[in-house]
């Protein structure tokens, strides 16, 4: 796939690597780091980047490394994608913000109009924008409270749903995100996931057990009639991939419609064909009422959406939703951008394709490894689950050991998982075939030494 630009020549599509990973270079710009930024913004790989696209990283000391992250599911599109790049640089040109609640631009509706659209179910909808994937998830528990006068928000186990006060009290896990950072926000529930690799009586029982489970949750706890949202994603993220067994989402969804509660679904990291669907909810045929959105929405630049039933979103009275920068115009310009290379390159059937061929590689290993537990994803995104080897135990150093042999050899991966033992494979759509396969040729070699 071309990756050339109007900024410049292609990328070389070649995994390079010319010193140690890091190299001297990315050690000095590494050492100031730890001297003007806390340690609290962490760091999965001290390589710095000077340039990126198609499917790989280019280092200040000229490595070039696969790249298996996509900044985490954004650059679906790869970076500094041609359209985005040139749609972009007309815009800087043009203005750079107004504050489209002060006055308006054209691209931001274009872009609102487009999502009401594409996503799921074809109800009247609305949309409006944001910035990030966590004001996104806050937004949606604004409305929903609202246009329920109801308080409660369901979330699940493994749940990711961002670092403000609201979403770090939305998710799951207490290690890093929410530890310390205490009180949280109240009128928060956390019910079970159906979770198959982990489901005490068996993949077979696991989508109506814990759909049963949930719902009992909801029923005695908290009473449904004072649920305004259920918050969940179709694919858990940062929990570590996990796909809720099916029938499970469209049992919840079922609970929600018969009790008034708003469905969110939160496609933050699943959304714009990364599963080889545009959203992961088409998957079952999920029709959510409220979708948040963002990550791979706009190739990099910062930009997330809420997009819901007509009747939800126009409840809420002027001025009582929005943000400085919330739709800044060349971040809808990106998605735009982003809209048309998706379609236009054929990118849901690409991260079908990607999916087809990891998997298979990946099952084969798992035959191979008795410490890798559970191989499962969607599209181009895929994890491995790592255990001691004949138990269920999560293995986070052997994770760990992995992941760091790969970076060493040129290959960024990312982990995940609540128990941090779960490596996620993340590629740009965009990636050529060649490096995909080099990648996991890689992966593979790292796995038979550890
Ligand atoms: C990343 C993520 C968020 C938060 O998005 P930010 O842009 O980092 O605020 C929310 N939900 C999910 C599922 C995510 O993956």
Same mark, same amino acid.
């Given at each position: ?26 050690? =000095? ?15 999965? %790989? ?6 990126? &696209?198609?499917? /790989? ?44 609640? /002060? ?15 594409? #996503? ?51 998710? @799951? ?42 719902? =009992? ?19 858990? &993220?940062?929990? &570590? ?51 948040? #959105? ?6 990099? %630049? ?5 997009? &819901? ?16 920068? @919330? ?15 998706? =379609? ?20 084969? %290993? ?33 994770? @760990? ?14 982990? @995940? ?25 890689? %992966?593979?070699?790292?796995?038979? =030494?550890?």
């Amino acid at each position: 796939m071309s990756t050339s630009t109007q900024g410049g020549p292609a990328l070389p599509q070649e995994r390079r690597v010319v010193t140690e990973i890091p190299g001297p270079k990315s050690r =000095e710009m590494f050492a100031r780091k730890q001297s003007a930024v806390p340690q609290g913004i962490g760091t999965t %790989l001290p390589v710095f980047v000077t340039r990126a &696209g198609g499917g /790989v990283l280019v280092d200040a000391d000229g490595n070039s490394l696969i790249d298996f992250g996509s900044g985490i599911a954004v650059t679906s599109v790869g970076n500094a994608a041609p359209r985005v790049v040139e749609r972009v640089r007309r815009q800087v040109g043009e203005f750079t913000h107004t504050c489209f609640m /002060v006055t308006p631009y054209e691209s931001y509706v274009e872009v609102c109009e487009r999502l009401n659209q594409i #996503t799921p179910g074809d109800h009247t909808k609305r949309t409006f924008l944001v910035s990030t994937g966590a004001e996104a998830v806050e937004n949606a528990v604004k409305v929903a409270r609202l246009a329920t006068g109801r308080q409660g928000v369901v979330v699940f186990d493994h749940g990711y749903h961002g670092r403000t006060l609201l979403t770090m009290s939305l998710t @799951a896990k207490n290690m890093p995100y929410k530890q310390g950072f205490g009180p949280f926000a109240p009128e928060v529930y956390r019910a079970p996931l159906a979770y198959p690799f982990r489901w005490p009586t068996g993949r077979e029982n696991c989508a109506e057990e814990a759909a049963a489970q949930a719902i =009992e949750l909801i029923d005695k706890q908290v009473g449904a009639g004072n649920v305004a949202a259920v918050v969940i994603e179709p694919i858990a &993220g940062e929990g &570590g991939f996990v796909e809720p067994a099916r029938g499970f989402l469209p049992r919840i969804l079922e609970y929600c419609r018969a009790n008034g509660i708003v469905f969110v679904a939160d496609e933050v990291q699943t959304g714009f064909a990364r599963t080889g669907d545009l959203f992961a909810c088409e998957d079952e045929g999920i029709v959510p009422d409220i979708i948040c #959105t963002a990550k791979g929405i706009a190739g990099g %630049l910062p930009l997330a959406a809420v997009t &819901g039933r007509a009747e939800l979103l126009d409840k809420v009275h002027a001025g009582g939703l929005g943000g400085t920068y @919330a739709g800044n115009p060349l971040a809808c310009e990106a998605a735009l951008a982003v809209l048309e290379t998706i =379609e236009e390159d054929g990118l849901v059937e690409r991260a079908r394709h990607i999916g087809s061929v990891m998997l298979p590689r990946l099952r084969r %290993l798992a035959e191979q490894f008795g410490f890798i537990g559970d191989v499962r994803g969607r599209g181009a995104m895929i994890a491995i689950e790592l255990v001691r080897p004949g138990t269920k135990e999560p293995d986070p150093a052997v994770t @760990a050991e992995i992941a760091k042999r790969c970076h060493a050899a040129g290959l960024l991966v990312l982990t @995940a998982g609540t128990s941090g033992n779960v490596l996620r494979f993340l590629p740009p759509l965009v990636m050529p075939d060649h490096l995909l396969e080099e990648g996991l040729t890689i %992966l593979e070699k790292a796995i038979s =030494e550890v």
